[in-house]
């Protein structure tokens, strides 16, 4: 079995350890009434997207995500919060530099003594979900179920329903599908854009991800046949309508969203395989950008 399949499958165990963390995450994370704004490139922004929106429904300020490659320093922030796997990623570090005297700077990383970790006042250092795939998987899942923890939701069918994810059947055979499209309403955007890039780095696959509302005003006028449409969260049961119109197939279930993104990394490790990639050597991908 490959790296990225063992990490996935070790993910209901992760998020445990990491809910043991809630108070560093609190700490972190929630800051009641600082305007906060979250930094991160890749899969790491999309974990930022999903934080924000958390943390604002959450009553606890505003809050903005940025992808760390955009940063300009306009805004005034009171907590600057870089999300970074591997502690290295040139895009980070330089927006971190940029942020002004006085503001508190937070990073949440796998990895100890890292060039990040001279650039903040404080570190969430979750190294019992580090990975050795390029392609992260248990990482993010478990930063975001530590931030929902903070932010003070009941997470208590979690580890069940990641358990669940990981022994259902994929929703479609992957020889069928060339296509994947993912939906997703507040939080849950972050985690569609997010399960579009694994299939995208691990299958070299056709991906797409939208806010659910938004499909119908021009995306769903590629959708075929061979078209699988998977909504996270609590995406309206009327699109699926909408989906079958366009003859393709759509997939929901009732599990926690973090559970429904696992099958999807499943679905795209089996993609991988049916097209004869190895998810382990994502073509033209490293673990880490550093940039010269």
């Known amino acids: 079995m490959n790296d990225t399949a063992l990490e996935i499958g070790s993910q209901p165990a992760v998020w445990g350890r990491g ?42 300020g505003e809050t903005d995500a940025v992808c760390a490659s955009e940063f300009v320093p306009r805004r005034r922030y009171d907590r600057v919060v870089a999300v970074t796997r591997s502690g290295t990623s040139t895009e980070v570090l330089e927006a971190l530099r940029q ?22 006042d404080s570190r969430v250092l979750l190294n019992f979900a580090d990975e050795r795939s390029v392609v992260q998987t248990r990482f993010p899942t478990t ?8 932010f003070g939701e009941d997470l208590d069918h979690l580890i069940g329903d990641g358990e669940a994810a990981l022994a259902a059947p994929l929703p479609a055979d992957p020889a069928e599908i060339k296509h994947l499209v993912f939906l997703g309403t507040g939080w849950t955007v972050g985690l569609a854009h997010e399960a579009a890039l694994k299939v995208r780095e691990a299958a070299q696959a056709w991906s797409e ?8 005003h021009g995306p769903v006028a590629v959708a075929g046949s061979r078209s699988l449409v998977w909504s996270f969260g609590a995406v309206p049961d009327s699109l699926d309508d909408v989906v079958r119109d366009a003859g393709a197939r759509p997939h929901r279930d009732g599990r926690d969203p973090l559970a429904q993104l696992v099958l999807a ?19 033209l991908l490293t673990r880490s950008v550093v940039l010269a």
Do not use: K
């Open 209 to 216: 991800s939208y806010p659910a509302m938004d499909y119908r």
């Open 143 to 150: 930063v975001l179920a530590m931030a929902r923890a903070a």
């Open 265 to 283: 990394q499943r679905f795209a490790v089996a993609l991988a395989e049916h097209r004869g990639l190895d998810p382990d050597r994502p073509r």
């Open 99 to 120: 942020i002004p005297a006085g503001t508190h700077r937070v990073a949440i990383t796998a990895v100890d003594g890292e060039p990040v970790d001279n650039l903040v």
């Open 19 to 60: 809910l043991e963390l809630v108070g560093e995450a609190r700490s972190a994370l929630a800051a009641p009434g600082e305007r906060m704004l979250l930094l991160g490139c890749g899969t790491s922004w999309f974990v930022a997207q999903s934080i924000a929106e958390l943390r604002e429904a959450a009553g606890l």
